[in-house]
């Protein structure tokens, strides 16, 4: 354990930090391990987090209306957190027909969504052609949605089941109607954590090459964590810290979203679910170390909307969006609704202090005119240190 630091060596640290994000000089894993000490006041790094916000983004807060499809809940892995899967013949087991999929689509087209967030099992009955005839159906019913399609660690499985390169199959992908690429998957990248949740799974090597792959031919993607586990503050701004220097390789990722651990119905239900003071704390340690994202968001569905609200003045900038159909982490216990209406997010937005803006996946303002919209400029590309 940690010696415990007094007053004024707390102090004299914060004091170095605070100097260093007035200059905007970036901070070390050492720094960022140290913001997660109990003896820092969870109300200065939230205030040195809303400072980096209000220079990233001001007062804007962003929300989209989206829909989430998973076309599949069937999956060869058993990752430790997921209360998701199920097994080819388990009771739960489901895989959508076209049918069901373009039923899905129409419902988020009707409902003005300008994006789907599409992800699901990696079923072992399923070949490549049955994901990619996914998004094929879907883009040439509703050209208009955007498809943010499959995390890396799917595009890992489809090169396994291909073997093809992943240029080429985020290529074919593109051409398809993917659009861009969710960041799920990456959990916890540090070696003495990933094998004990998610064995077996895209490594963290694997995933970061189909991101890098991504950006590199024009897609941009998005980047997770999965904290409140068994990980601890080091592992954590470890993983910061690699998405940090890909980001400063590549510029490709939008935005970094938090995820909060739920531990109902999967194989870590014995340990508790992280306390509101974690999830302010990690969404403001994740604003300040990650000098190179333009976006930080704070993902009602697993922080609840409470949290969720106030995260928006301890760093975050974004709140997601309507997320109807959300089904992956309501599995593992998430009590936050199924949905939220444009005008409940506005509302929270506005209650916060902050002023709401739609976007659309790629962060251009969207401007509504009756049941019509079109993204108009785009938001601000990303300032680094």
């Known amino acids: 354990m940690a010696e415990i630091l007094n007053k004024t060596e707390v102090e004299a640290q914060l004091r170095d930090i605070r100097q260093k994000v007035e200059n905007q000089e970036r901070l070390s894993l050492e720094e960022g391990v140290f ?5 820092v006041s969870l109300h200065e ?85 049955w994901y990619l005839h996914v998004i094929k159906i879907l883009k040439e019913r509703y050209p208009r949605l955007h498809l943010k399609a499959w995390t890396a660690v799917e595009y890992e499985w489809f090169r396994h089941l291909t073997k093809r390169s992943y240029h080429d199959i985020l290529s074919e992908m593109k051409e398809a109607g993917v659009g861009s690429l969710p960041g799920g998957g990456a959990e916890i990248f540090h070696p003495e954590i990933r094998p004990e949740i998610c064995d077996h799974k895209a490594t963290t ?12 031919i024009g897609l941009r993607t998005n980047a997770t964590m999965l904290y409140g586990h068994i990980e601890n503050a080091m592992h954590r701004v470890d993983h910061m810290i690699h998405l940090r220097k890909l980001q400063d390789e590549t510029g490709g990722f939008q935005t970094f979203i938090p995820l909060s651990f739920h531990p109902e119905n999967n194989k870590l239900s014995h340990l508790k679910k992280p306390s509101p003071l974690l999830d302010l704390r990690t969404m403001a340690v994740s604003r300040l170390m990650l000098d190179n994202f333009q976006h930080i968001k704070a993902y009602w569905i697993m922080l609840g909307i409470g949290t969720a609200q106030s995260a928006l003045n301890y760093g975050a900038d974004d709140l997601d969006g309507t997320v109807r159909h959300e089904i992956i982490y309501h599995e593992a216990g998430a009590k936050t609704p199924e949905v939220l209406s444009v005008e409940h997010i506005r509302r929270l937005i506005e209650e916060s202090g902050h002023k709401p803006i739609e976007r659309d996946t790629l962060y251009h303002k969207v401007v509504r005119e009756g049941d019509e919209w079109e993204a108009s400029e785009a938001l601000p590309a990303a300032s680094t240190a």
């Open 35 to 39: 913001l997660y000490r109990p003896e």
């Open 205 to 216: 090597e694997e995933w970061m090459n189909v991101h890098r792959t991504a950006h590199q």
């Open 45 to 129: 790094v939230g205030e040195l987090a809303n400072q980096v916000r209000q220079r990233m983004n001001g007062k804007a807060a962003y929300y989209n209306v989206n829909t989430h499809l998973n076309p599949t809940n069937v999956c060869v892995y058993r990752c430790k957190f997921c209360a998701f899967r199920s097994d080819l013949r388990g009771p739960k087991a489901y895989t959508m027909s076209d049918e069901q999929i373009l039923q899905r689509g129409k419902e988020a087209d009707d409902a003005g969504a300008t994006e789907m967030h599409i992800v699901g099992g990696l079923h072992h009955k399923l070949k490549y052609d």
